[in-house]
């Protein structure tokens, strides 16, 4: 079936059921109203708090908490609802996207920060949009509807984030989190306060891209993500942080999802365990590899993965979150697709994969009974990674074998923290301790400018890090001007460079100056440190000996100045203006390919398994522009723009364009929702041509070469020389929901890249084959192939019918 036949298909049905559910929808409008019961609490003391002000947002409704905090506003309209709280002595606050249903009601939990003033808080304005004294700029805080009705998102926060400014990405089919011409390899994850090394399946190891995400949104609230002014007990990131904040289990009675995508299908569900727990939990499992098979592709992807979180309230001050996240990857080849060259040259290359990983983990908090908090997050993630190739695919001959690879990456993490203030002064200080151990084993024989080159080595890695970080903060001149200042110090055992902390300071400095009603000034200023990934540092030797024990490895060093202004003409509008500079040192260099490490990270397989030194340097620099309207009288949108410059030395030292110099990152995402609860949404975006670099034909075509991968070499003289055009893709998406008494039905198409653009990256290089498939000789050369380029392209239009039912 062709995608424009499937594309009628798809809206024929859904406008067929959408008319059919008309009659049942007007006939039920006067019962399509729910509830929202909720607690009102002190953030920091975790006790409730009385008579807090709720009120519905853009309505006159609304109530006050009762003793225990707790409220119900009644009479609510159905579907994603934000309510507005405010009490004395506190900082108003508006709770975005509660779903309403009719089935039950809506439950929430909402924490009230104190404010130091002690004044009359409803007569100040709350804002949606998220600013913390830590980190007053780069920072976006993400609701659930803006992650569900991405257009072209596909409920995945890795491409939400594209909407933003900032953000980048490649034209292929990956999940690529590029922030400010960083590589991928620089963003930590964080899922209620656990770290998570991987948030997406078939993950390119050492770095944090794949094709899908791990994470179900199912059972995300919201996600803040930090592009700059990383907070003190933040560590181990250069360019981003996600923090990644879940549900809560409903506390009254069990609830139901179920949903069918583009990619996969998932349940979920959370309820109460006994009057004091409750547990989320979801499943999901792909179907990727039936649709691959029916359009003939080389390659078959299948996946699965699961999420849970329990919770329990020891006490009124005591509360106790056991959480984790798994999946499960299986990547094999096709080889009845080999019809055309660019099957061909698919099935040569790509080796069969297989990962598996999780993460869990335990926070426990204890309130104190002078307003401080006590957090204690002890977790354990490990990754399992293997990959073969044979020569021909030829899996029948050990003479043919080209890649053997096996890896385990196991991390135990603890981390403490206490929280507390003294009058206007707020402070956090903690420490945390990692134990990581790395197995390695490699068999490779690999193409290079020398020729021929065979890794073989296993190696073991045991490592032991040390954390300690603090960060205080003060409002003054009654809240118009807002300070914060950060330190951390880390060290490990892997060599003496790292195990000097003083090498590893790092402090931030951050400042919010409201000098006009509505508008700010922002700015930050902070040194940031990451630790090499653990390929580089277990890399082996034939002998089993740590590679890069003796290469004067460093913790890769970034320094970040962020500077820029806001405008909020109204409580659900956001105007930013900023400009950020980053400075690297100490980058891993690959002595083998003489290429900084920051250049690698967007393609399948592993970054940083090879020799290298921490000899790199690089910057990257910019301006970005959001405006962004929440959800108000039914319009929503971001307008972002980005200027951007990345640069990194090559094997002389010079700055040359990085593989992440996008300059130019536009990007338009725009909603309505409209009576009888339909809902459209479009997003264009832009991305300017990006640099890469040739094939070294001479080399590359020796037959002895080409014969082993049958894949070009890059000439590294001529490093990001070149650049693909710039791309462009329109995305739309179109919802309507049912209300019934027990249960709801959303569907939705989503239709990615309308207008079929045709993005062009990297060519292939390929020999030129004769009628049976076989390459054929340089007529003038009888030692080398007859080589050649060939177009690549991807991107087609790509319709979806979706389902979520919830009951």
């Not at 390659?299 to 699961?306: A, N, S």
């Not at 195990?499 to 951050?510: E, I, M």
């Not at 082996?540 to 003796?550: I, K, V």
């Amino acid at each position: 079936m062709s995608y424009k036949h499937s594309l009628k298909v798809h809206l024929f049905c859904l406008i067929t059921i959408s008319f059919l559910g008309f009659g049942f929808t007007e006939a039920t409008h006067a019962q399509n109203l729910g509830s929202i019961k909720g607690r009102v609490i002190d953030a920091i003391a975790n006790e409730p708090i009385p008579l807090a002000n709720v009120l519905l947002a853009g309505t006159e409704k609304g109530v006050t908490s009762n003793l225990n905090g707790e409220f119900e506003i009644n009479n609510v309209n159905l579907g994603f609802q934000n309510i507005k709280v405010s009490y004395i002595g506190y900082k108003s606050l508006i709770y975005r996207d509660i779903l309403v249903t009719r089935s039950q009601a809506a439950s929430v939990i909402i924490s009230l920060e104190p404010d130091s003033r002690q004044l009359d808080e409803f007569n100040l304005r709350p804002s949606p949009f998220n600013k913390t004294q830590e980190s007053p700029v780069s920072l976006r805080t993400i609701g659930l509807a803006e992650i569900e009705r991405n257009p072209g998102g596909n409920r995945d926060i890795s491409n939400v984030l594209r909407s933003f400014p900032g953000v980048g990405s490649t034209p292929a089919f990956r999940n690529d989190i590029i922030i400010r011409g960083g590589a991928p390899s620089e963003n930590r994850f964080f899922l209620d306060g656990v770290e998570v090394p991987l948030i997406n399946h078939f993950q390119t190891q050492g770095a944090s891209g794949g094709p899908v995400g791990i994470i179900n949104v199912n059972l995300i609230r919201e996600v803040d993500f930090l592009s700059g002014a990383f907070p003190a007990n933040r560590g181990n990131a250069l360019s981003s942080v996600l923090e990644f904040k879940q549900i809560d289990g409903n506390k009254e009675k069990w609830k139901f999802r179920g949903t069918i995508g583009s990619s996969d299908a998932a349940v979920a569900a959370d309820g109460p365990i006994g009057k004091k727990a409750s547990l989320i939990v979801s499943a999901r499992t792909s179907y990727l590899q039936f649709l691959f098979s029916a359009l003939k592709l080389p390659f078959l992807p299948t996946y699965y993965d699961m999420q849970f979180k329990f919770k329990y309230a020891i006490d009124d001050r005591r509360e106790l979150t056991i959480l984790g996240l798994g999946a499960i990857d299986l990547f094999r080849l096709n080889l009845q697709a080999n019809e055309t060259v660019e099957q061909r040259y698919q099935l040569r290359i790509l080796p069969k994969n297989q990962q598996w990983n999780y993460t869990l983990g335990g926070v426990y908090r204890e309130f104190t009974k002078k307003g401080g908090r006590h957090t204690l997050v002890l977790s354990r993630s490990m990754l399992n990674n293997t990959a073969t190739k044979y020569q021909d695919n030829q899996e029948d001959n050990p003479q043919k074998l080209i890649l053997e690879y096996a890896s385990q990456e196991a991390e135990n993490n603890l981390r403490y923290e206490f929280d507390f203030r003294v009058k206007s002064w707020k402070f956090n200080v903690g420490a945390g301790l990692l134990y990581a151990r790395f197995t390695n084993r490699t068999y490779n024989r690999i193409n290079t400018l020398a020729g021929i080159d065979t890794i073989d080595f296993s190696s073991r890695l045991n490592l032991a890090s040390g954390r300690i970080f603090g960060q205080v903060s003060k409002t003054f001149a009654q809240d118009k001007i807002n300070l914060s200042f950060g330190l951390s110090l880390e060290n490990n055992d892997f060599n003496s460079q790292m195990a000097n902390p003083l090498n590893q300071f790092s402090p931030r400095l951050s400042l919010s100056y409201s000098f006009i009603e509505n508008w700010a000034f922002n700015a930050s200023l902070g040194r940031f440190v990451q630790r090499p990934q653990y390929t580089v540092l277990g890399y082996g030797l034939p002998d089993g000996s740590l590679g890069n024990l003796n290469n004067g490895l460093e913790y890769i060093q970034a320094d970040h100045l962020v500077a820029g202004i806001e405008y909020a003409p109204t409580e659900n509008t956001r105007i930013t203006l900023e400009g950020f500079y980053k400075m690297y040192n100490r980058y891993p260099f690959s002595l083998r390919d003489s290429i900084a490490l920051a250049n690698l990270g967007a393609d399948f397989g592993v970054v940083g398994n090879v020799l290298v030194n921490s000899s790199a340097q690089g910057r990257a620099f910019g301006l970005e522009f959001l405006a962004q309207q929440k959800l108000f009288k039914g319009l929503y949108g971001i307008l972002a723009y980005t200027l951007v410059r990345s640069e990194f030395s090559d094997k002389n030292g010079n700055l040359i364009p990085s593989s992440w110099d996008a300059r130019h990152i536009l990007s338009l995402t725009a909603g309505y929702k409209f009576k009888r609860n339909w809902e459209l949404g479009v997003r264009f975006r832009f991305v300017d041509g990006q640099p890469f670099t040739p094939y070294d034909t001479l080399t590359s075509s020796i037959k002895s070469v080409w014969d082993i991968t049958q894949m070009g070499i890059s000439d590294v003289n001529k490093l990001n020389s070149e650049r693909i055009p710039a791309y462009h893709q329109l995305d739309l998406r179109v919802d309507k929901v049912w209300y019934f008494n027990k249960w709801s039905l959303n569907l939705y198409l989503d239709i990615q890249n309308i207008y079929n653009f045709k993005s062009t990256t990297r060519p292939f290089l390929t020999a030129i084959e004769d009628q049976n498939g076989n390459p054929l000789t340089d007529p003038n050369d009888p030692n080398r192939y007859d080589l050649q380029e060939l177009p690549n392209t991807s991107g087609t239009l790509l319709p979806t019918i979706g389902i979520i039912v919830d009951f």
